[in-house]
């Protein structure tokens, strides 16, 4: 049997839940011409990449995403130093699952996509409802990545401020450790569907923050301004706190000091310095905020 390329059968999928799209250009439905690209009904055009994405953006983005922090998180994400968290967001999810009715979850600013792909697999070992998993980003480096590892899930690169999905199409959306655009996500949600909001905590990565702020207000998390901004826009039904201690070997450390845009810096002392402290063990400090329209 011929195996179908990654581009087909990412182009299948799309497909056949075409009617999920909007033209981010002009809104109007969207639909997949010789499983190549879809187009608007005014023709505008967007293509599938051969890794398997689509790229939506109705303009090309300027931020400059280094490739090499998306490696890092998904050696981090590999490393199971988020597992836990996972489990607990797969765990909301799955409690709330109708009985076997397809449901689709949204991961809005996904990046390298291990967070939506690993809780998608915890779900669907305990659940048989048939899963749609989307994930959007606006680096085109991480989009390209996710599509590249993880083809059960519809993968673009897309502005969260302007999503090229129709109104209420998504029981679940996530936003994990990124930015959120509460307005959009009230459009793409369905009216019992939930909002789930990942925040650092004050201890994630203190041994880190320590070692390398010591003093400086860099050194502490705030969330009181994200709850009061999620409060606005959608009704918090329940807070979740999630802290544990995540196991650090030594080929982590690199990845641990390179996976944020404020990175500590992977310099050889920075690397140096943690290598010598001996440190076996960091922080994971999270809360997870729910909520309803
Ligand atoms: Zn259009």
Redesign the pocket.
Known sequence: MLKKSKKLMSAGKIESFQEIFI??????Q?QMVNLQSLV?????CFDIAKQGYINLLSRASHAKYDKKIFEYRREISKGGLFNPLHAAVSEIITSQLPSNEPVSILDAGCGEGTHLNNIKKEINQKKNNPLLAVGIDISKEGISFAAAEYPNAIWCVADIANCPFNSQQFQFILNILSPANYSEFQRLITDDGLMIKIVPEQDYLIELREIFYKGSEKQVYSNSLTTSHFNEHFKLLDVESIRYQANLSEPLIEPLLGMTPLSWGTSKERIEKIRQMNLKQVTMDFKILIGKK
């Open positions: 033209c981010p250009l002009c809104k109007s969207m608007c009904g005014s023709q505008h």
